[in-house]
């Protein structure tokens, strides 16, 4: 039982420290178009960990939650100070926290670069 628990331990902890290491290299932008700026946003989620879900699944949904904020990005940005909005890059990284008492929850950070072409009403503000 013992060994079944640290193969499981060992597991889970593989796992998620291949995603976070695996994924550290900052993003790259993408060449911005002539008369585009380039934006840069950080994000940062915890979700909870369910000690009775495989981890790629919660990995996976958290990652999700990442990449369905970066897709609305862009619709932020042009609702307010943009007339279009093009994403150039994204990343992630994945962490895997247990606390004292089995509670622990799954952080996923990413990085959105996007490049936008601001509201002529916005030109002079550069």
């Known amino acids: 039982m013992i060994a079944i628990r640290f193969c499981a331990a060992a597991a889970v902890l593989t ?50 939650a990442l990449y369905d904020i970066a897709s609305r990005n862009c619709s932020v940005v042009v609702e307010t100070i943009a007339d279009d909005c093009k994403v150039t ?3 992630n990284n994945v962490d895997m926290q247990r606390g004292n008492n089995r509670d622990g929850f799954i952080s996923v950070r990413g990085q959105i670069s996007i490049a936008i072409k601001l509201k002529a009403s916005m030109q002079g503000a550069k």
């Open 15 to 64: 796992f998620a420290a291949s995603g976070a290491f695996g994924q550290t290299t900052p993003a790259r932008p993408g060449p911005v178009p002539e008369g585009y700026v380039t934006v840069q946003s950080s994000i940062s989620l915890s979700l909870p960990f369910d000690q009775n879900a495989p981890v790629d699944e919660q990995v996976q949904k958290a990652q999700k």
């Open 89 to 91: 890059g994204v990343t």
